[in-house]
């Protein structure tokens, strides 16, 4: 396969690196700042990685979708463009998938959080928040991994309505927000945290990661299996419709 990669910094330098170990694929191109990107800068390849920043990926979305090659998108901060974004691929009828995060130890993280927020959501001594810590060059806070576990909580325990990012200055948390912290620390490549606590308990559930490779190899895989999928289905696609088909 063909790659085209968008974003020439942390990890399109890693994405780089596991594709040309391969023999079978290769990459094209990779278009950063400097490029003039347009629909012609993707002829040829078979699918797109981006990872840039927030205002790079919405603004280089239009030739992305023109240009009919299928999108993999890494690049967060841009949850609320979502239905704007998905409009947009429908519309162009291309194929573009997005996870905030493509690492497989991640998603694994995510549902065991998802399944203990269940758990705990009809005992009422149980309290959960979640944290998240990055490196000093992240761009967005709270992290996508981070509003995506977030969302997952939300969506599992009934007694939480809400997200809370930003603690308010003189009034106390309400019950029913779920508090998301954030830490900027050194070169952390990431670690999410949920903390649930009861009179009697502190449970916490974490993943560090140790490097950019699982993040990295997983977009690569999804590039994979999304080419195959806009070939029968374009669409816009998330990482638990890659996961849900390769778990069966
Ligand atoms: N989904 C996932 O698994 C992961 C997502 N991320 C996300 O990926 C994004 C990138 O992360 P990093 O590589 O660490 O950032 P980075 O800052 O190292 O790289 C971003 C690159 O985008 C380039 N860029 C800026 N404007 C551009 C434009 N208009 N056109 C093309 N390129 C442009 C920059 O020059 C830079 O090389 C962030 O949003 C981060 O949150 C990071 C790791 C894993
Ligand atoms: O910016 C990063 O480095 C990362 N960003 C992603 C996010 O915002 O969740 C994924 C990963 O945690 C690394």
New binding site residues.
């Given amino acids: 396969m063909h790659y085209t990669l ?7 330098q890693q994405v780089r690196a596991i594709i040309e170990e391969t023999e079978e694929h290769d990459v094209r191109a990779v ?3 400097d ?1 003039d ?1 347009s629909p012609a800068s993707f002829e040829g390849s078979d699918v797109i990685i981006d ?6 990926f919405l ?2 979305l239009p030739a992305m979708l023109e240009s009919g090659v299928p999108v993999v998108v ?4 841009w949850d609320a463009e979502m239905d704007s974004v998905r409009a947009k691929v429908k519309d162009a009828g291309a194929s573009l998938m997005y ?5 497989l130890g ?1 998603n694994i993280f995510l549902r065991t959080v998802r399944e203990a927020a269940r758990m705990i959501s009809s005992f009422e001594q149980f309290d959960i928040a979640f944290s998240e810590e990055h490196h000093t ?4 806070y709270p ?3 981070a509003l995506r576990a977030a969302e997952m909580i939300l969506e599992a325990n009934e007694r939480k309505k809400s997200i809370l990012a930003d603690l308010p200055k003189d009034s106390k948390i309400s019950p029913d927000q779920l508090q998301v912290s954030a830490i900027r620390l050194g070169s952390v490549f ?1 670690k999410h945290t949920a903390h649930i606590n009861s009179e009697f308990d502190d449970i916490v559930i974490s993943h560090t990661a140790r490097n ?1 490779q699982g ?2 190899g ?2 690569v895989e999804a590039g994979k299996w999304l080419a195959g999928k806009h070939s029968r289905q374009p669409g816009f696609y998330t990482m638990d419709d890659f996961l849900d088909e390769m778990l069966g």
Wanted: glycine content about 18%; cysteine-free.
């Fill in positions: 968008v974003g020439n910094g942390r990890m399109g278009l950063d700042v490029a990107i990872f840039t920043v927030r205002d790079a603004a280089n890494g690049t967060t901060g996870s905030a995060n493509f690492s991640v060059q992240k761009a967005d992290s996508g991994t990431g950019r993040f990295a997983g977009a």
